[in-house]
């Protein structure tokens, strides 16, 4: 299909923000401790700190095996069990946690305990699952610093979806039911701020990327009205209004708007409007919902396995989230939507995704001359790699890559990971190189500044390293405002579940 759906400008840059968590790469624990050897250069402290911290980071045991902490921990935590209908415990069940700036998710340990730590002040959604069993959501508020709250999670067999009054057989409509009777209220909107963390944040900013191309996404072919077409007219018009009223600002109208057109036509078209608005609001689990009952009630649509798959990781749960996303390009291979989005959801999960390196390949081999197909699958081939075992990998990598770059001389985040791949390998004359090759296609990569920083220090360039650890700073802190703006901007839901009235979260 040619390269005609490539975006203009730089084609391989993916996203807002190019910092991402590479564990145990070169930019793992080796770049924590060169970038604080280059912070702490001339103090005698220095050295000692940086010790601390690469003990802690191979010495600590992981949060959710460290349960019950001691009650006088500043730390505010949330923390409790997973248990079945008769009171066992449930080990290896997953806990996912959102609210206010979190989305965290964990997994129990064998004996069903759970523990989410240095929480700020707010309200939390908490809920649990495993198979095909899964509890009611919980909701909890966090005081302060030092507040220590418990919560108990009983999973229940999910309830079967219930037939549609008057429904045709075997229609869409059919394997509707959730906005029938939703489960949640949206009752009113409120402010959010970036999280704290700079790994936190990047698959923060991913899945707001994420949810913003959502809204972009085309059916793959038209949707079939599922009702007559007097209620097929009545559902448009509620879709149209609830557009209207998001671009005037009035997302809690526009989300009412929605959820009453899909009540009456429960089309693919009004399933993805509403669940985009959610979506796009921060009302993650909702989304989920939505999109879910979509997926079951339009299995061959593209997009509404894209959906699910950005709002899944939008609640980190990337695993679910692949699967969604290979499943959407195995339906429509040619289209290159769903192979953008799991690209970006590899490069910002914290573990490699293994049915997305293979679809990954899929789109490189179909477009060889595309620099965004070649970056993306170079990326996944990255994924993970460290050691000798994997050169062969790397090295088809640094092959990609070049061809990203032969493609797009603007292709920043090609040149950025052609530098890092050299710094690793000990030449610094080609990193640097490539490094301000990145810059001079996107001189607001503050990672390239940062990377350039820690070569110059190795090289003993001082004055060099700090200048560019104080220009990755300002671009850091100007990138920060910019996404806190728009978080403001946006506004979150505010949701009210099973009948209960919650306060807005705390910021």
Not at 325 to 351: H, K, N
Request: charged share 20%.
């Amino acid at each position: 299909m040619g390269n005609d759906w490539a975006p203009v400008g730089c084609e391989c840059c993916v996203g807002t923000t190019t910092s991402r968590i590479r564990s145990f790469r070169s930019s793992g624990i080796v770049s924590l401790w060169q970038k604080s050897r280059a912070s702490w250069a001339g103090r005698s402290t220095g050295f000692a700190l940086v010790s601390v911290m690469v003990a802690a980071l191979f010495f600590a045991a992981p949060a959710q095996f460290a349960m019950q902490q001691s009650p006088d921990s500043n730390e505010a935590a949330i923390y409790g069990s997973v248990v079945d209908s008769h009171g066992n415990p449930i080990g290896d069940a997953t806990v996912r946690l959102e609210g206010g700036n979190e989305s965290r998710s964990t997994k129990t340990n064998a004996a069903g305990a759970f523990e989410f730590s240095s929480l700020p002040a707010g309200k939390f959604n908490l809920s649990g699952e495993k198979s095909n069993l899964r509890s009611h959501v919980a909701t909890v508020s966090i005081a302060g610093k030092g507040d220590r709250e418990r919560v108990e999670l009983n999973l229940e067999p999910e309830a079967p979806i219930p037939p549609v009054a008057n429904a045709v057989p075997n229609s869409p409509a059919q394997a509707f039911a959730f906005a029938d009777n939703p489960s949640f209220q949206i009752a009113g909107v409120t402010d959010w701020t970036a999280v704290g963390g700079h790994g936190s944040d990047t698959t923060l900013r991913t899945s707001e990327a994420l949810a913003r191309e959502t809204l972009a996404l085309k059916p793959t072919k038209d949707a079939e009205a599922t009702t007559e077409n007097a209620q097929k007219r009545n559902a448009d018009q509620h879709r149209l209004a609830g557009e209207r009223d998001e671009k005037s600002g009035d997302p809690l109208g526009a989300v009412h708007e929605f959820g009453q057109a899909v009540q009456i036509d429960p089309s693919e078209e009004n399933y993805f409007a509403w669940g985009t608005e959610l979506l796009l609001h921060r009302a993650v689990w909702q989304a989920q919902d939505v999109f879910g009952n979509g997926v079951k009630a339009f299995p061959d649509s593209a997009r509404m396995q894209s959906a699910l798959g950005a709002a899944l990781f939008a609640g980190a749960r990337y695993e679910e989230a692949a699967r969604f996303l290979c499943q959407a390009s195995d339906l429509d291979p040619a289209d290159p939507e769903a192979y953008l989005f799991m690209g970006r959801v590899q490069i910002a999960a914290p573990d490699p995704l293994p049915c997305i390196e293979p679809r990954l390949a899929r789109f490189a081999g179909a477009h060889p001359d595309s620099s965004q197909a070649n970056y993306l699958y170079a990326m996944a081939l990255l994924k993970g790699k460290t050691g000798p075992a994997e050169a062969r990998a790397i090295e088809d990598a640094g092959k990609l890559l070049a061809k990203a770059v032969s493609a797009d001389a603007k292709c920043a985040d090609a040149y950025l990971e052609l530098g890092i791949l050299a710094s690793s390998s000990g030449d610094s004359t080609a990193a640097i190189d490539d490094l301000n090759k990145a810059l001079a296609a996107n001189p607001e990569l503050s990672e390239a500044h940062y990377r350039l920083g820690v070569i110059y220090d190795r090289m003993s360039q001082a004055a060099k390293a700090r200048h560019e650890f104080e220009l990755h700073d300002q671009l850091e802190k100007q990138q920060a405002e910019e996404a806190e703006r728009q978080r403001r901007e946006i506004k979150q839901f505010v949701i009210v579940t099973s009948g209960e009235k919650s306060a807005p979260p705390q910021n």
